[in-house]
């Protein structure tokens, strides 16, 4: 390739140089797909009708907490993910939601404690509950189609990254709304199957990304 | 002062020129766009120079055509309130980075990196860098890919039809050619290149 090669790019660049509609900044896309989520949480919710048991969880602050950083790990993991879709933008946003879910994750764990020193090794029995997987994916399906949809506009310079944090949100919002429907708050059933769905999920899209997001899908030349 | 910014400061752009000359391109003015990427290149062309020192002239032509594509690609996404140098950076970054990659895994798959196959829908033209990322570039039209063959320098049009199109080995081919299997290889490698550009210019032009 020449430099005169350089010059004909540049020039058949700028000949089609079409107006584009600007990307709208990170937080007024999170705020969009935010607003499209809540509306599909809402559905979901009242199609499998909230637990029974509600009111009374709603006073553990276990659940509370959990349930706050569930909520807080998909918000933040969807900031992260379109502000990681936006050349120049801080990469420190990409580390918001280890915070959240830090939180999370200490809680469930704490859980796993207590109960394992109250009741010993039978604290921690694990029973099947596959169930969850298929929920979180499903409550989570539609904003991570979204997400999905609204990545591919950006700029994907970290594909991988960017997906596992777009899986991230929309699992820690299908998370969030199961346990709404949900009874099932003993600790190592939470951390099993409702962390460990939104783990998979998460690694899922992380290895989906490279076909989800790529230059090629936008350059057309590959590569 | 992290890195990034050292260079930022040290470039001789103007960041509000050219962040202007962004604002007018995401509005479809074609000066303004010609202009400003006109102006980044000589900048692009050094800055991946000094970068990739042991690069040859052509392999650092293809990184500035590789970010301008892409800063085409995603012209979108700048932010006209922000300024522009650091989005620019945050892909020239980033593309230095993939090449980078594809390179080293190109190097470790080297068997055949690259193929060109006829099929009933025409000829694509596939590169198969170490397993990991396959990507085709499909040519409806193979009076297109005639063409790009033909528009070739002399010596990567021979590699490429002796190897890809009558698919001699490199011994053979190079016994034909008279030359080594090393500086076979080179050619073949960037005649493919070359013809992947030229054909990804073809579809950016439809």
């Known amino acids: 390739m020449s430099t005169v090669d350089t010059r004909q790019l540049i020039e058949q660049l700028a000949g089609e140089a079409a107006p584009v509609g600007r990307l709208p900044s990170p937080w007024v896309r999170t705020g969009f797909w935010l607003a499209l989520a809540a509306v599909n949480l809402l559905v979901f919710v009242l199609v499998m009708l909230p637990r029974r048991d509600l009111s009374a969880a709603v006073s553990d602050p276990r659940f509370v907490i959990e349930q706050f950083a569930a909520l807080a790990t998909g918000v933040t993991a969807g900031l992260a993910a379109f502000a990681s879709v936006v050349p120049g933008f801080n990469r420190r946003a990409l580390l918001l939601p280890l915070l959240p879910l830090a939180v999370w994750l200490g809680s469930v764990g704490t859980g796993c404690a207590t109960s394992w020193i109250r009741f010993g090794p039978a604290g921690l029995t694990v029973t099947p509950d596959w169930a969850c997987v298929p929920a979180i994916a499903l409550i989570g399906l539609a904003p991570a189609v979204t997400m999905a949809f609204m990545l591919r506009r950006g700029a994907p310079l970290t594909p991988h990254t960017t997906a596992a944090l777009g899986g991230l949100a929309a699992a820690g919002l299908g998370s969030f709304g199961l346990r709404l429907c949900h009874a099932e708050d003993a600790s190592v059933m939470v951390l099993i199957w409702q962390v460990g769905s939104v783990a998979l999920l998460t690694a899922t899209a992380a290895v989906a990304g490279r076909w989800l997001l790529g230059w090629r899908l936008l350059t057309r030349h590959g590569r | ?206």
């Open chain 2, 1 to 206: 002062m992290n890195p990034e910014s050292a260079i930022l400061r040290t470039l001789p752009l103007d960041d509000a020129a050219l962040a202007a000359g962004m604002r007018a391109a995401q509005s479809g003015d074609p000066h303004a766009y010609a202009a400003l990427l006109e102006g980044i290149t000589p900048w692009l062309r050094r800055y991946i120079r000094k970068q990739r020192r042991f690069l040859q002239a052509a392999d650092v032509e293809d990184l500035v055509q590789d970010v301008l594509l892409s800063l085409h690609a995603v012209r979108r996404t700048y932010d006209p309130g922000r300024p522009f140098l650091p989005w620019l950076f945050a892909i020239v970054h980033h593309r230095l980075a993939d090449a980078a990659r594809r390179h080293a895994s190109r190097s470790a798959g080297e068997a055949s990196p690259e193929a060109l196959e006829a099929t009933d829908s025409g000829l694509h033209v596939t590169s198969l860098d170490g397993g990991t990322n396959m990507e085709e570039s499909a040519v409806g039209d193979p009076r297109a890919l005639q063409q790009a063959i033909q528009a070739l320098p002399a010596g990567q049009r021979a590699a490429i039809h002796l190897l890809k199109l009558k698919e001699m080995s490199l011994k053979e081919a190079a016994r034909e050619l008279g030359t080594s299997v090393g500086a076979l290889k080179v050619a073949a490698h960037r005649g493919m290149a070359s013809l992947r550009r030229a054909l990804a210019r073809k579809a950016v032009k439809e």
